[in-house]
């Protein structure tokens, strides 16, 4: 699982070529940040969960 502040590796990339997102705000809908582009997301976490490669914790 991951909080607030961790950084997750998603197994798919975002379109501008970035992998590494931080977590803004989790919940049953998370907010997530492309570390690359800076784009914020809101995903459901049953999503994004299946989407995780790897979580980095702070
Ligand atoms: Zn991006």
């Known amino acids: 699982m991951y909080t607030v502040g961790d950084k997750l590796e ?3 990339e975002h ?7 931080e977590v803004l705000k989790a919940g049953v809908d ?3 940040k492309c570390l ?3 784009r914020v997301i809101l995903l459901p976490r049953e999503k994004l969960l299946k989407q995780i490669k790897k979580t ?3």
Do not use: D, E, N
């Open 15 to 21: 379109p501008c070529g970035g992998k590494i997102w």
């Open 36 to 38: 690359t582009c800076g």
């Open 10 to 12: 998603l197994r798919k």
């Open 56 to 58: 980095m914790h702070k």
């Open 30 to 32: 998370t907010r997530i």
